[in-house]
């Protein structure tokens, strides 16, 4: 996230109002607005591959993928726009399973995301780690999975919600890996994911003899 508007707290429907008109997207928190940054080509090849891949396996049921422009709601229903509280996101990926429930008649902005995914960037993977990961655990009651996409190395961190409503974590970190979403019945091959990516150089520890 970038550095909020120089007024100092906006509530819930006016940030909604701006948004619908303007030509860049802004996520808000607790009452301040803030500019996305723009995407890497990496970044946006593999949202692109990922969309794919889940839109194929999806097609004829009952969920669905959007990607990029659909707002997420994380915190509590405004009241006639008095309300400051709360997390307003445009998530890389979302999958929706059966109807769609709204904020408003506005349709825009999502409130019933089973799987978010994210892929990292290093303006904001703390932010994707940390607060909004926390608001989206709070917030979304349907939510699954959360999936957090390197975009430097093949790596999936993948958070998932039992039936019992504990999260569990786990990783694959290997091109030869894939990763298995059962509550949407879809599968993600890391080979898929990073096609055409090409991952920086790590430099080596091992420095040799001089």
């Known amino acids: 996230m970038s550095l909020p508007r120089a007024r100092t707290l906006y509530f819930v429907e006016e940030y ?57 709601r994380s915190g509590p229903a405004p009241k006639l726009g008095q309300t400051t509280k709360g997390l307003y996101s445009y998530p890389d990926l979302v999958i929706v399973c059966g109807g769609l429930k709204f904020h408003d008649e506005h349709r825009d902005v999502l409130l019933n995301p089973a799987v978010i995914i994210e892929v990292l960037s290093p303006a904001t993977e703390a932010f994707d780690r940390g607060e909004k990961w926390a608001r989206y655990q709070t917030w979304l009651p349907e939510l699954t999975d959360y999936l957090l996409v390197s975009q430097t190395k093949p790596r999936i961190d993948h958070f998932h919600r039992r039936a019992g ?46």
């Open 165 to 210: 409503g504990e999260w569990v974590y786990s990783l694959v970190n290997s091109l030869e890996d894939s990763l298995r979403l059962d509550s949407v019945g879809c599968v993600l091959q890391l080979t898929d994911v990073y096609d055409r990516i090409v991952f920086p150089v790590e430099e080596s520890e091992d420095l040799g003899e001089e």
């Open 16 to 72: 909604l109002a701006s948004e619908r008109v303007s030509e860049e997207r802004h996520e808000y928190l607790d009452g301040q607005i803030y500019a996305m940054a723009g995407e890497s080509p990496e970044h946006g090849a593999i949202c692109t591959n990922i969309g794919g891949q889940l839109y194929a396996q999806l097609r004829g049921k009952s969920c669905q993928v959007f990607s990029k422009d659909m707002k997420v």
